[in-house]
């Protein structure tokens, strides 16, 4: 058997089809397969600092002749090193020793730390510093005058104002040239100044042209280097995947494409795979030590859609859900302009790339006579419970505005993995910006991010889960499930979060009630 594919201890049935990476639930041989890894990490303590510090890692459970096994493969490097006997190998191995990658690399490295050292030569220059405080002084007697001017304007008589007009002028005329002076007068002694830094400054720029240049050949070399198999055989670059788009960087080097480029090239046929990860959760993102998730979309998608061509794979699980989801959707309340609904989990708000049903596309469908842009609001696709519709253009504006003056309130339920103590209530405050890297994923981000703040209550514990009140003061993507799910929140996370937890079944939060003008609405929910 190929040295890379590992003994699987498990009984269980081949599945029929391959997995779907993107929505799944890890088959019992993938469940097999990541135990097996998990002891093989236990048995490498030098690796155990790292490890713990977290990694994504991948499994394939794979057919060869009449042997089933499985291969295993980390996300990165580990280790500081991209090959381990154990796992598969990249797919393009960037730190291979001589390797044209880590020569030029090097070699812009030694450019970064030339401009390191020609920046320390730099004499500092506070002539600057000096001319805008003296440009701001001349520009504060302006204003002074001009101040003192519109005074007298209003209050001389007329006949000594037409006698004075002429003086008036000449005086800002006056101050107008100076400030001119002034300006000119400092920026010749900045130049000045500067004179002794402009070989050093001029150096500095050539050297960073030469890295901006040397930095993207190396990096259309990588691309152009870079391909990949699919189940049929054919072989695609990098960039003929990406449509001509650039790639993201460290596209093709998580653990779905190298684990699949390694089973083509033996000739392995694949069963079904699925990604883990070990270890603590990165700062700015919500993972859990041994949970499973589904590949990254930005990175992954266009790649593994290409290198599972001629296999039979799983249907997409958010795709079965139309007619069931179109049944389940309720109105709430009826009203002349407006219209309150209950969303099932699973349907988006607004039309998607995918051409499911939609709040939108429904109420279009079931009120023709409806103008203007009717979504006021959105929930999240996983999210279910209430939405406000507007079926004029003026209800509409009216409700927007509402929301946009935070004059409506909104209070989610959510059922989370773990109890927590009754009774606890508090303020999550965790800024939020999207992971460019692996939407639709939200990550903390406390230098770049947007306010979030979420105002929370345990109303009690149902069968080992608590039962939390959420009231969201902002209103960003995903807010109230990293919230919870966040260390730094409530670190507990929702039910059936297949981003932030544990996938299995529905996400269990529900927009419970809405008030707005006066008025509130309210939905059952069965866990309440």
């Known amino acids: 058997m190929n040295k890379k594919v590992h003994i699987l201890r498990s009984e269980a049935t081949a599945p029929p089809r391959f997995t779907y990476p993107f929505c799944y639930e890890p088959h019992p041989l993938c469940l097999a397969a990541a135990r097996e890894v998990r002891l093989y990490l236990a048995g490498r303590p030098e690796w155990k600092q790292e490890l713990a510090g977290g990694k994504m890692m991948g499994v394939l459970v794979v057919q060869e002749g009449e042997s089933r096994g499985f291969l295993a493969a980390f996300s990165g490097t580990l280790d500081g090193q991209t090959q381990h006997a154990y796992f598969v190998p990249p797919v393009f191995d960037l730190m291979e020793p001589g390797c044209h990658f ?48 519109d005074a007298l304007r209003d209050t001389l008589p007329a006949d000594e104002l037409l006698r ?3 003086e008036l002028i000449r005086e800002s005329q006056y101050l107008k040239a100076e400030l001119k002076r002034t300006k000119d007068l400092w920026a010749q002694k ?33 691309f152009g280097r870079i ?34 480029q390694y089973a083509y090239l033996h000739h392995l046929r694949p069963l079904c795979m699925a990604e883990f990860w070990v270890g603590a959760s990165p700062h700015d993102e919500i993972r859990t030590d041994g949970h ?7 990175k992954c998608l266009p790649i593994l859609t290409f290198m599972m061509e001629g296999l039979q794979v799983d249907e997409n699980p958010l795709q079965q859900y139309e007619e069931t989801l179109e049944a389940q959707l309720r109105i709430v309340h009826q009203g002349s302009d407006f219209i309150v609904i209950s969303k099932p989990s699973g349907m988006l708000s607004v039309p998607g790339r995918n051409a499911l049903p939609s709040v939108l596309s429904l109420m279009k469908a079931r009120y023709p006579q409806a103008t203007g842009p009717m979504i006021v609001q959105r929930l999240d696709m996983d999210t279910s419970g209430l939405m406000a519709i507007a079926l004029t253009d003026e209800a509409y504006h009216r409700l927007q505005t509402l929301f946009a003056r935070h004059q409506v309130r909104k209070t989610y339920l959510a059922l989370l993995e773990k109890p927590m103590r009754e009774g606890l209530e508090g303020t999550v405050s965790l800024p939020l910006g999207a992971d460019y890297t692996d939407r639709p994923r939200q990550r903390v981000d406390m230098l770049h991010g947007r306010s ?9 514990n149902i069968g080992g889960h608590a039962l939390a009140a959420l009231q969201p003061e902002t209103g960003r993507t995903h807010q109230l499930r990293v919230h919870c799910a966040h260390g730094q929140g409530l670190d507990n996370p929702i039910v059936g ?26 939905d059952d929910w069965q866990y309440i």
Not at 110 to 130: G, K, M, T, Y
Not at 197 to 218: P, T, V
């Open 102 to 149: 880590q020569r030029e690399q090097e070699s812009i490295s030694a450019i970064n730390h030339r401009i390191a050292e020609l920046q320390s030569q730099i004499i500092p220059n506070s002539v600057a510093a000096e001319a805008e405080q003296a440009i701001r002084m001349a520009q504060e007697r302006m204003k002074r005058a001009k101040a003192q001017r």
């Open 164 to 166: 004075r007009q002429a």
């Open 190 to 222: 900045i130049r000045e100044a500067e004179r002794p830094n402009e070989a050093l400054r001029e150096k500095i720029e050539q050297l960073m042209s030469e890295r901006q240049a040397r930095s993207q050949a190396l990096q259309q070399w990588l």
């Open 227 to 260: 391909s990949f198999l699919n189940a049929k055989g054919e072989r695609r670059g990098l960039c003929d995947i990406f449509e001509g788009a650039v790639p993201p960087s460290g596209a093709g080097d998580c653990c779905g494409p190298k684990l699949l």
């Open 292 to 298: 499973f998730y589904p590949a990254c979309r930005s």
């Open 452 to 460: 979030a703040v979420t105002r929370y209550c345990i109303l009690r």
């Open 497 to 522: 979060d297949r981003l932030y937890g544990t996938a299995g079944g529905r996400l269990m939060l529900h927009a419970w009630r809405l008030s707005f003008a006066g008025m509130t609405f309210q």
